[in-house]
Structure formats: C-alpha cells, structure tokens
C-alpha cells in the first residue's frame, strides 16, 4: 500500500513540474468558462421571452467532452516515459509489485483529474449566486461524482495504453481511440442484434453516465464504473508483466 | 551470494546467453567482461529481477530470482547501464523516493550517508537535469547503496566518469566488496585487473574463461611477446629467427617489423640480435610488450579461433595490433 502512495505521490507532483498540469487546466478552463458564459448571455437575453434560468447541468455536460479529449494527455506519459528514460528498468528491479506501480500511476492521474475537477466547482458556485433563490446543488453533486468515476475508468484506459508504449505520442492517440470508440459505441447498436447488441449497450458510457446527469446516484453505474477501471488497470499490469517476458 | 546454473535467454529467435553458470561469494568483486553484445546486460536484468531467463535458474542470497523476486530486489543494488534518473527531480528528491520505495527508515540521514560516499553532499539540491555525466553516474551509485544491499549489481560503472572520479569509484567498489558481493561489468579490461578478484570473460553468450585477473595474465603472459625491427626490407629474416631455439609464431607485420613469442623462462634476445647480425641485417630495434589482459580478450573473444601458424595468423592480427604500432611509433 505504501508503495502505491509512493509512485502516486511523485505522479501528482510531476503534473506540477512539467507544462502538462498547466496546459490541460488552462484548456480545461478556457473551453468550459466559454461554455459558461455563452449558456448565461444566452439566457439572459432570452430572459423576456422564457424566465427561466439555466440549470445547474449545463457545467457537467461540456465537461464530458473536454474529459474525453484531456484524459488521455494526463495519462500519455505516465507509463511511456519510464520506458523511454530507463527508469522503468529502476521500478521494476526496486521492491514494488507490478500491479503497485500501475495502481499508483493511476492514482496519480486521478488525484490531479480530481483536483482539476475541484477547480471547475468555481461555475456552479457562480451560477449560485446569478440565480435567484440558488440552484438546486444535488444533481450538482451527483454530476461530479458521475464525471469523477467517469474520470476514473478512463484513466485506467489511459494508463493501460501508456504501458504498451514508449512514446507519449502514440500512447495519447491510441488511448484517445479507445475512448472514443468507447464512446461512440452506442451509435451502432441499432446497426447490431442478440449478444452484440447486450454487450453494446452494457458497455455504453454515455447510458451510465445519464442517470448521474439526472441527479439520480445508482449503484449500479457506480459499479459498473469502478468495475471498468479495476479491468483496464488489472489489462495495465498485465501489459507491464508482458514487458518482461519480451 | 550469487548462484547461477544454466541460464539461457532469447529475444525472439537470438540467443543472448546461452546456458551461463558462475557464482560468488561475499567479498567477492566479479569482474564481467565483454564486447558489446556479449550478454553482460541481460546476464545483470535476470539476476535483479527485471526480467525473467527462458530456462536455467539463479540465486542470490538463497532467493531464486524469478519465484521470490521481492526478496531478491530488496537485498539487490543495481546499477543499470543507462542510469535512470528522473531529471526534474533534485538529487535529494530523487533519493527520498527511491529510500520511500524501498520503505527504509531515516531515509533523510541515509540519503545524506550515501550523498557523503559519492561526494555529492553539496549537490544535492541540484536538479538532476542540470548535472554532468560524471555526477549522474554517482547520484545513480548513490540510488544502489542506499539500502546497503548484500549484492551490488553495476553495469558499467565508471563510464563517463573523469580520471579522478574513476579512480574514486574503483576504491569505493573495493571498499565495498569487502562486506558484499559485487558483479560489475566493464569493458575497461585494466579495471577488472584493478578492482575484481575474479574476471569472467563473457563472449556471444557464453563464458569463455573464469578466473583471477593474475592467473589469467600468467597464462597468456607464459609467452613473451617481442617485435624486431631492423633497417630495410626484413626478406629472410623469417628463416633466420626460424633457427633460434626458443621462438615461436613468428610474424611478419605490415610495417616490416617482425614479431614471436619467447618460450617461457627462456629469455634469448641476445641469441636473437646475434644471429639477425650474423646474417647481414642492420638491427635497429628489439623490445618486448608486456601481454595485458587486453590481448587475452581480444585472443579469447575473436570471431573464430585461429590455428596458431605462422601465415594465416599474420593477416588476421593485423587489424588488432595497429594501436600497437602507433604506440610503438610514439615512443621512439
């Protein structure tokens, strides 16, 4: 376990030193206040015809978008940059289980993920004060659990793929790729039928990630989260066990 | 300490060793030995537990390196070739870290030990990005003393280090194989004959010769080499020396001095300048070369063995012994 705390530790505070923190919070930042302010000039000038202000909602939904796009840049070097430098050769021969490394890579990303997520509480908190009496903070709530467990599986994908190269550039693209397919998934089940269609829509994020959109926390889109990151991340430490029988 | 049987390791359809056994003792600093290529560096990731051999088995300290693993990581420093550093860390960062994941106590006053050992205490703010070569190697020396391991694992552990810093590393591996077991490569033939108590020559996978860097040179050395130069074109100076007793494998060298090999404890240069005199040469010079572990190695991990006649070695050795000659030339 100390372990795991260890190499999540250093994970957290390289975000810090290296531009990669900076750029994807500024992004981050820049892409959901634009969203922001464009929902509430919007509605205010709508404010005559429709009183009705705008929900609190209108943070999360763009916040999916720009966690697609984002995760697998927090995640590209995590695991392809040890074995770029040569320091996975100094993991890998220090006491520390294969499945610790991969777990506190991952609790790395997710601890700088959560903090961004942290950081982006700033609009509901706005959107708090510009509406009379104040919004309702419960599907708020439920929203960022929705996109912090959300986070977490596709951090797992991110890790996971970063393990199986060692260049960040390749790393970021195909995990973009996972995620996305992943995403995307649910177009196609009109297109399939029988057991495809039952896998397609069990593994459709954006189903699982509604109910917390709605305000309702099931514990069954909770698991089905958690049970996606403990996959990817069991296939992570598979990939990294792989590497030394190469 | 380290015990080694039959190890065997392939990448895809290349072998890179090929059935290796050794082993050492505490105390004992093992010098490994090879050209590049040789297998030295997969040899060293199987003993410390980076990856796994395809057949054989080792030990150290008693733990096989791929069932107990842990066990065998924690009692093992390790020095890899290229030395992993992360360069935003500081020096003393990079440490702690390393300290933390081998969950040592009073990591803060070890680090500042080993620091001390590697004379890197005033450096030890520094970023790792801003040091040279030469400190990197030591922050990386630092990195495999740190918890005082029972085996030390170096590969190549005076590169790029300068004259002064080599001959301090040299004293600190010595310092340290008195209480420990250290396997370090190199392919710095004097520093295994400097350091090691015993030098094993690896070439293409396998060990071509074990033993003490001393024995070794005795053995080859058994045979003085000497090059004779005399004034003109040497033609027939081969049968001449041919009637010498006490010569063998006399060589024609590209630059028309001749070479042969003395029959030990038979010192016969004065026989020799008497009888290239007696034919009519004027002789200009004649001098022994000392046979350093350097030609042991490059005799023992040629291409292909040669027949030790005259003719077909005289080509083949020319290649080697150009360095020589400019030496030789240097000197005059």
Redesign the interface.
């Known amino acids: 376990m100390?372990?795991i705390w260890?190499?999540a530790r250093?994970e957290y505070k390289?975000f810090f030193?290296?531009p990669i923190a900076y750029v994807v919070a500024f992004l981050f930042m820049l892409v959901l206040g634009l969203f922001f302010s464009l929902t509430m000039y919007g509605s205010i000038s709508q404010m005559a015809y429709s009183p009705t202000a705008p929900s609190p909602q209108m943070v999360i939904s763009p916040m999916v978008t720009i966690l697609l796009f984002t995760i697998p840049a927090v995640t590209m070097r995590t695991i392809a940059e040890e074995q770029r430098?040569?320091?996975?050769?100094?993991?890998?021969?220090?006491?520390?289980?294969d499945w610790e490394l991969v777990l506190g890579k991952w609790l790395g990303s997710f601890l700088f993920m959560a903090s961004l997520l942290l950081l982006t509480g700033v609009f509901p908190l706005v959107l708090n004060f510009m509406v009379k009496p104040g919004i309702d903070f419960g599907p708020v709530i439920a929203g960022y659990l929705g996109l912090l467990l959300l986070s977490s599986s596709m951090l797992a994908i991110g890790v996971m793929v970063s393990a199986l190269f060692a260049n960040q550039i390749a790393a970021f693209f195909i995990s973009l790729g996972v995620v996305l397919a992943l995403w995307l998934s649910n177009q196609f089940t009109s297109y399939v039928q029988g057991f495809w269609k039952t896998l397609l829509d069990f593994l459709d994020i954006i189903t699982h990630f509604v109910s917390f959109y709605r305000g309702t926390i099931a514990l069954k889109d909770v698991v089905f989260f958690i049970s996606l990151t403990a996959l990817f991340l069991f296939f992570g430490t598979a990939l990294v066990e792989w590497r030394?029988?190469? | 300490m380290i015990q080694v049987e039959g190890l065997t390791k392939d990448y895809g359809k290349r072998r890179a060793i090929d059935n290796l056994s050794f082993h050492a003792e505490q105390g004992d600093i093992l010098g490994f030995l090879g050209p590049n290529g040789a297998g030295k560096t997969t040899t060293m990731r199987i003993l410390t537990g980076y990856m796994p051999p395809t057949a054989g088995r080792a030990e150290i300290a008693g733990f096989d390196v791929v069932e107990q693993s842990l066990e065998v990581r924690r009692r093992v420093g390790y020095l890899p070739e290229t030395v992993p550093l992360y360069p935003e860390m500081s020096v003393f960062e990079y440490l702690k870290f390393m300290g933390e994941l081998r969950n040592l106590r009073d990591i803060e006053d070890r680090v500042d030990e080993v620091l001390e050992v590697v004379h890197m205490e005033e450096r030890s703010d520094s970023y790792i990005g801003s040091l040279s070569k030469g400190m990197r190697q030591r922050v990386g020396l630092a990195q495999a003393l740190l918890h005082k391991p029972e085996v030390l694992i170096l590969d190549e552990p005076t590169i790029g280090l300068d004259p002064t810093q080599i001959i301090d590393v040299r004293n600190l591996i010595r310092e340290l194989g008195k209480e420990r077991t250290v396997l370090l490569s190199t392919h710095i033939l004097s520093e295994a004959q400097q350091v090691c108590n015993r030098v094993l020559i690896i070439n293409k996978g396998r060990i071509v010769v074990e033993d003490t860097p001393e024995r070794l040179q005795s053995r080859l050395a058994g045979s003085q080499r000497v090059v004779l130069k005399v004034r003109g074109e040497p033609d027939g100076l081969e049968t001449v020396l041919g009637k010498v007793p006490g010569i063998s494998r006399v060589n024609l060298r590209p630059d028309n001095t001749l070479e042969f090999e003395l029959t030990p404890g038979q010192d016969v240069r004065p026989d020799v300048a008497r009888a290239v005199i007696n034919s009519g040469f004027d002789l200009l010079e004649l001098h022994a070369i000392d046979v350093s572990l350097e030609d042991i190695f490059v005799e023992l991990t040629r291409e292909e063995p040669q027949p030790p006649s005259v003719s077909d070695d005289g080509e083949e050795e020319a290649a080697f012994d150009t360095d020589e000659i400019a030496e030789d030339e240097v000197e005059e």
């Open positions: 100390r372990n260890t190499i250093r390289l030193i290296s430098s040569g320091t996975m050769e100094l993991l890998l021969t220090a006491p520390v289980r030394r029988w190469r």
